[in-house]
């Protein structure tokens, strides 16, 4: 009777397949940049060479330094605009322009980078501003918002709207039950939209190229230039501590979430 | 008025913010790549001409109008490599997303079929590689891909091969980096689709006899359609601008639109021709965008 939904070999192959696609070429990334050889083929024993030589590389560090200080700018300025798009898109019923407002707002999401990338320089160009720093973090804030409006849009989405209305029927004004309701219900979407901003704008390239100006290189603009001349183990050692923070920020956003929704049910007999 | 209705006004006024941003730093930005990509390049600062002062007066906004021109477009439609970048971008991203799809599809099955708790383990496995940087991804394929790379060293390893094979800067190390870098992007709209899924309706076809095979394509596939144009249309709008991919896995003698746009900018430093090359890539994604827009809407917005 139920032989159809029962995990059938053809299902656990191309689970393993897929896993193993997806995971294996970053493994060997992070064990080869531990490799003493200077051939990136060879192996020539453990050695901690490559990441003795990043930190002896200052263009590298103030790369990465720009890159960080962008991401954690950008992400912030993303997750507050963003959650205020979320919050209009699910809970302003009909306002006038909200096609084009959700329009804006997706659009982003899947746009080619190249066409945002060179449609942002423009407008700098246009406006006269210096760029470097600020070009970059508004560029990324523009991309990374509308990922932190979806995910915190789905959040909203599922809440149960009866908390709210409950909020003010016993007296709270909207402002009030926002604060007290649904932002503390909403958190750890808000955490994990600023975690992607963060991450996607650490990672971007393309963007980061159009709208930067001479002398502010970000970290994925220096490897990106590296990789071009070949493979070189410095660069192994920097994309696995690149992944490292990554993974750093995810259990981070993994463990906010739990921590709000247990605090969430323990909340809710009250 | 009911309490939805009061808290409604202010959360339109939540809006104004992220509106004007928007309209700042998206829409307007779009009037810019037009009206350069009707402009002549030209050796200055900025390298365009006509250059719009308001401050100028009239007649030389006016002149400004009149010296806009069309000829991008038109050397954009007569030289081939531009023609060839355009249908090599479609036809890349077909055949990719068509991969992805194969590939994706029973991945997003074998997941609903896991038991409930492995199930949100599996999904997390899926996005986290979403997180990790895209450059680096492409990079770790590098590693594995080159001439004595992995790859060949295992393929020789195993007398597949006699000698090594060339794998990168060919087509096949493209796809290979496109498949990996946009997996996560087919397999969770068609998970989302197939956990969805009433599991009794397979049971009921396979209860009247149809083998199964006729289950999956008479009952499954149907119904996850939507997940299924989700991830086409995920997946096929970026690569058509891919730059990143292409330009390190695959060779140079045939460019996709991302890269000769990019060449245009940063090589050759022919802003109009790069922004005309950028107009027509969004026409040419101008319809898969639309679509892409109204799922994502109904998506999200379907509580209403």
Redesign the interface.
């Known amino acids: 009777m139920r032989k159809i939904s029962r995990l059938s070999r053809f299902n656990i192959a191309s689970l393993a397949l897929g896993l193993a696609f997806l995971y294996l070429p970053i493994l060997i990334l992070v064990i080869y940049s531990f490799n003493a050889s200077r051939l990136v083929t060879v192996w020539g024993g453990w050695s901690l060479r490559w990441y003795h030589e990043f930190f002896n590389d200052r263009a590298m560090i103030e790369a990465a330094w720009m890159s960080l200080r962008v991401a954690v700018s950008s992400a912030t300025i993303a997750t507050l605009i963003g959650t205020l798009a979320a919050l209009a898109l699910s809970r302003g019923e009909r306002f006038r322009g909200r096609t084009l407002f959700s329009g804006m707002l997706y659009a982003p999401l899947v746009m080619p980078e190249v066409i945002t990338g060179l449609s942002l320089l423009l407008l700098f160009v246009a406006l006269n501003a210096e760029r470097g720093f600020w070009t970059v973090t508004i560029a990324h804030a523009t991309l990374t918002m509308c990922f932190v409006a979806v995910v915190v849009q789905s959040r909203l989405g599922s809440l149960d709207r009866s908390l709210e209305e409950a909020a003010m029927d016993l007296g709270c004004d909207p402002v009030q039950a926002f604060v007290a309701v649904t932002l503390p219900l909403i958190a750890p979407a808000i955490v994990a939209g600023w975690m992607l901003a963060f991450t996607l704008s650490l990672d971007d390239l393309v963007i980061a190229s159009f709208t930067t100006g001479p002398g502010s290189a970000t970290l994925p603009i220096r490897i990106y230039s590296e990789v071009r001349l070949g493979v070189k183990p410095e660069i192994n050692a920097i994309c696995t501590l690149v992944i490292a923070l990554i993974a750093v920020v995810i259990i981070i956003a993994s463990l906010a979430s739990k921590l709000s929704s247990s605090r969430g049910e323990s909340a809710a007999p009250l | 008025m009911?309490?939805?209705?009061?808290?409604?006004?202010?959360?339109?006024?939540?809006?104004i913010?992220?509106?004007v941003?928007?309209?700042l730093?998206?829409?307007?930005?779009?009037g810019?790549?037009l009206k350069?990509s009707l402009s002549q390049t030209a050796i200055a600062q900025?390298p365009y001409e006509p250059v719009f002062d308001l401050m100028a007066g009239w007649g030389a906004l006016k002149a400004a109008f009149a010296a806009l021109s069309i000829d991008n477009f038109k050397l954009l439609a007569s030289d081939d490599i531009y023609v060839f970048a355009y249908v090599r971008s479609l036809t890349v991203a077909v055949t990719a997303t068509a991969l992805l799809l194969l590939?994706g599809y029973?991945?997003a099955?074998?997941?609903t079929?896991?038991p409930t708790r492995w199930q949100a383990v599996?999904m997390?496995?899926?996005i986290?590689?979403f997180?990790?940087?895209?450059?680096?991804?492409i990079?770790?394929?590098?590693?594995?891909l080159?001439h004595?790379?992995?790859l060949n060293?295992i393929l020789l390893a195993l007398h597949l091969v006699s000698q090594p094979v060339v794998w990168l800067s060919t087509d096949s190390a493209m796809y290979i980096g496109i498949v990996?870098s946009y997996?996560?992007f087919m397999?969770l709209p068609l998970y989302a689709t197939l956990a969805k899924m009433e599991?009794v309706l397979?049971?009921a076809a396979?209860?009247l006899g149809a083998p199964?095979w006729q289950?999956f394509w008479l009952v499954t596939f149907p119904l996850s359609l939507p997940g299924v144009g989700a991830g086409v249309?995920?997946c096929f709008?970026?690569i058509?601008?891919?730059?990143?991919i292409p330009d390190?896995l695959a060779g140079s003698n045939s460019l996709m639109i991302?890269q000769t746009?990019?060449l245009e900018?940063?090589t050759n430093k022919d802003?109009p021709v790069?922004?005309a090359a950028?107009i027509v890539?969004?026409v040419v994604?101008l319809v898969p965008?639309l679509l892409?827009?109204r799922l994502?809407?109904r998506q999200?917005?379907?509580?209403?």
């Open positions: 009911s309490a939805r209705r009061i808290f409604a006004r202010p959360a339109r006024f939540a809006a913010a992220p509106y941003w928007m309209v730093f998206f829409l307007v930005p779009f810019f790549v350069i900025p590939i029973p991945i099955y074998g997941m079929r896991l599996a997390v496995l899926v986290v590689p997180w990790t940087s895209f450059l680096i991804r990079y770790a394929w590098i590693n594995i080159q004595d790379g992995l060293q990996y997996l996560p397999i599991p397979e049971e396979s209860d199964r289950v249309l995920l709008i970026p058509v601008g891919e730059f990143v390190l991302g746009l990019w900018f940063f802003w790069a922004s950028a890539l969004l994604l965008l892409y827009e994502q809407k999200l917005e379907q509580v209403r």
